[in-house]
């Protein structure tokens, strides 16, 4: 549901993306990046999601995104305390800010359908 739901106000976000929007979202990058604990990332990664939809204006479908992202934390926070967590770069983060900033918002929202789909995955029990 996050997906779907992620990319729909990403879609109306993308074309409203200001230079302070991007320099914004590359921050929250950046600080995810730089994340010492699982809880630092976690903030930056809520922020970087937060910042790529932000402008899209439509508070409700934000506040449903709010939820969905953290419930999304919850899970993060369980798999961190079950198979550990390290501090890592987050490739897809960086390309979705890529074509941001080439103004290619199909293929922002490809690669953020991937990114998100790809997390709910690993955090899926196996079955």
Not at 92 to 103: F, G, P, S, V, W
């Amino acid at each position: 549901m996050r997906a779907a739901l992620e990319v729909v106000a990403l879609r109306h976000s993308g074309p409203r993306l200001t230079i302070a929007h991007l320099a914004q979202i590359e921050l929250a990058l950046i600080e995810g990046d730089n994340a010492k604990t699982i809880e630092e990332f976690e903030m930056a990664n809520r922020a970087f999601h937060q910042a790529l939809v932000a402008p899209c204006g439509m508070p409700r479908l934000l506040a449903s995104l709010d939820g969905l992202q953290l419930a999304n934390s919850r899970l993060v926070f369980a798999m961190a305390r079950s198979v550990g967590w390290r501090p890592r770069s987050n490739q897809d983060h960086r390309l979705i800010l890529q074509a941001l900033r080439t103004r290619n918002v199909d293929h922002a929202c490809n690669l953020l359908t991937r990114h998100i789909q790809t997390i709910e995955r690993l955090a899926l029990p196996a079955s």
